[in-house]
Each structure stands twice: as C-alpha cells, then as structure tokens.
C-alpha cells in the first residue's frame, strides 16, 4: 500500500486547517476565511463547471473525480457560497456573487460536512 501524498504545505497549517483565504476562481469573491475549514482527502464526483441553472438539469453531466478537499462544518462558516436544487440526496455548492459551479458538494444525509473542491477554487 503506498503512503498517502502529504496535503500541500503551501495550503494546510500543521493543524491541518487551510492557510489561505479560498475564493472562487472565476470573480475573486471570498468563499472562506483563512483557518475556517479543515483539509480532507476524500473521493467525489463534481459535475464539470458552469452556472447553476445547468446544475440542477437532473442529468447525467460530465465532470471530475476529485481528491482533495476543504471541509466545512457549519454552513455559516461560508463567507459566500450558494446552493444547487437537491440533486438526489446531494446539493452542489457554487459561488454566491457568480454562480459558477460546482465548487464543492453536501450530502443531504451528513448535515456537518460540506466539502470545497482545491482544484475548484483559488487562494489568496
């Protein structure tokens, strides 16, 4: 069995929290205060990027497998996040001020973990 990679140093503290602020790739609005969210390394599908309205279609979207993840507790930890139609039992997160998505993901059944996708997002 290989070694899980060590999260990006550049990106979680020792404690494990994220360093930097975390902000939408596309307008630069503020999703996370930096120490806000805990770094997660867990496998999810998020369907490809775009507005929300296309989110919530119900179909089949292409999209990533990804692995690594900022993990929120309390959905008022968000500085500005929004969120998708139910999708099943899931509902994606997306920018508030762009609506660009899906940045992250929330299982309906779990009401204690929203996950931000690394490569979805910028930091500053």
Same mark, same amino acid.
């Given at each position: 069995?290989?070694?899980?990679?060590?999260?990006?140093?550049?990106? =979680?503290?020792?404690?494990?929290? +994220?360093?930097?602020? /975390?902000?939408?790739?596309?307008?630069?609005?503020?999703?996370?205060?930096?120490?806000?969210?805990?770094?997660?390394?867990?496998?999810?599908?998020?369907?490809?990027?775009?507005?929300?309205?296309?989110?919530?279609?119900?179909?089949?979207?292409?999209?990533?497998?990804?692995?690594? *993840?900022?993990?929120?507790?309390?959905?008022?930890?968000?500085? +500005?996040?929004?969120?998708?139609?139910?999708?099943? +039992? /899931?509902?994606?997160?997306?920018?508030?001020?762009?609506?660009?998505?899906?940045?992250?993901?929330?299982?309906?059944?779990?009401?204690?973990?929203?996950? /931000?996708?690394?490569?979805? =997002?910028? *930091?500053?």
């Amino acid at each position: 069995m290989e070694p899980a990679e060590a999260p990006p140093s550049e990106l =979680v503290s020792a404690e494990g929290r +994220n360093r930097k602020a /975390v902000l939408c790739q596309r307008c630069g609005s503020r999703v996370l205060q930096p120490g806000a969210a805990l770094f997660s390394r867990r496998q999810l599908f998020l369907p490809s990027m775009r507005k929300k309205p296309a989110l919530a279609d119900g179909g089949s979207p292409d999209g990533d497998l990804l692995q690594e *993840h900022w993990l929120v507790e309390d959905m008022f930890t968000f500085e +500005n996040v929004g969120f998708t139609k139910d999708v099943g +039992n /899931v509902k994606f997160l997306v920018c508030a001020d762009c609506e660009i998505g899906p940045i992250g993901w929330h299982c309906l059944d779990d009401k204690h973990s929203f996950y /931000v996708a690394l490569e979805r =997002v910028s *930091h500053e």
